[in-house]
């Protein structure tokens, strides 16, 4: 007698699996590279200043202080979360960068889970990847933008409120307290949910979305409109939130006519390696500047630090919060020193060549 024939067993990876696998690549291609990485001279300097402040006068006061900041920004949120990884982190960027990856990770998960009300799984996953690979992935491999607490808030909000779940509109409206423009995507979570029938939710997020609007728009007038004086660089990550419905829309336009599909993989493939090497490059400028800073602190002269342009201000800034108790004083831009320095001094000159100022 024969025995009988055993079943074959049949196994694959679903789709699901391989979206997962797909994103979580895609955060560690982005983050990976800062990984190790020192504090660098743009928004990172912020972070000892805000420690000092927590020593002195506590968290609470120290989210305050930095809420009413004097530019005429109104983000608290982003204060509420800045100055907790601050508490927690310090300077050890390992942690921060850790949080990074949560943050970008929760954003590619609630992107996918957005897209999923509209494409497939695999057209969903490519959506969500578009959203981060490319210039606006600075907002994740930066310590600073405050795009990294609003974009996965304004994602996970909106896959929230497309399933007429409520607590979508509480998240949507906090992404607009973490950034300013961020208030337009809250607008159409409002629009949506009452659509969607949930019109006594929407209400309630409009008049918490209008104290918000008003209180925006009194800063902007006490600061003249301009919270940052004229000197407005044009990055990637300020095209959001406007990134988030383009990429859907690309991904649902591929899902429709076959022939685009290898055009979007082939336009996340290319936002993913600009996206790594902007990273890449980022680790090694910080590295570069603190090595800097490293060599200042070495040497004990006053220092005469020298800018041109304005687009360059925050490198010297960063300069007064390394080195607190350095004599500075600031040549050709509107910075406070620490009085005149007359020689034996050093200087530094952060976008020129040698003025002979020591």
């Known amino acids: 007698m024969r025995a009988a024939a055993r079943p074959v067993r049949v196994t694959y990876v679903t789709p699901l699996v391989v979206s997962v696998a797909l994103l979580t690549f895609v955060a560690l291609a982005i983050i ?16 000892p200043v805000i420690s000092q402040q927590l020593t002195e006068i506590g968290y609470v006061s120290t989210v305050i202080a930095r809420t009413t900041e004097p530019g005429g920004r109104f983000r608290p949120l982003y204060w509420v979360g800045r100055v907790a990884e601050t508490a927690l982190w310090n300077g050890r960027t390992a942690g921060w960068y850790f949080d990074r990856l949560a943050l970008l990770l ?52 909106l896959a929230l409120v497309g399933r007429r779940q ?27 949910s009452w659509h969607l029938g949930q019109r006594r939710a929407a209400v309630m997020a409009g008049a918490v979305l209008a104290i918000d609007v008003a209180v925006i728009g009194a800063v902007l007038v006490t600061n003249g409109g301009d919270y940052y004086h004229g000197a407005i660089p044009l990055v990637g990550r300020y095209l959001y939130p406007l990134i988030l419905p383009v990429t859907i829309g690309l991904a649902w ?13 082939v336009l996340v493939a290319v936002g993913l390696f600009g996206a790594l090497d902007a990273a890449a490059r980022a680790a ?8 800097f800073v ?17 687009g360059h201000t925050e490198t010297a800034w960063a300069l007064r919060a390394y080195l607190p108790d350095r004599a500075i004083e600031y040549r050709g831009v509107t910075l406070t020193g620490r009085g005149v320095v007359v020689p034996p001094c050093r200087e530094v000159d952060i976008d020129g060549p040698w003025t002979g100022a020591c």
């Open 294 to 310: 490293d060599e200042l602190r070495a040497d004990s002269r006053p220092l005469v630090v020298v800018v041109r342009d304005s």
């Open 166 to 192: 409520p607590v979508g509109l509480v998240l949507a409206v906090a992404a607009a307290f973490a950034k300013e423009p961020f208030v337009v995507s809250a607008i159409v979570a409002m629009a949506w």
């Open 253 to 265: 336009l591929a899902s429709r006519h076959r022939a685009a599909t290898v055009a979007l993989v």
């Open 106 to 157: 929760v954003t590619l998960a609630a992107g996918y889970a957005l897209a999923r009300l509209w494409l497939s799984s695999g057209y969903a996953s490519l959506a969500a990847a578009l959203m981060v690979a490319g210039p606006q992935a600075e907002a994740f491999y930066m310590l600073g933008p405050q795009e990294s607490y609003a974009v996965p808030l304004t994602l996970a909000g």
């Open 284 to 291: 090694t400028n910080a590295r570069t500047f603190a090595a």
């Open 32 to 47: 990976g590279p800062m990984f190790g990485t020192p504090l660098g001279a743009v928004d990172d300097h912020e972070i």
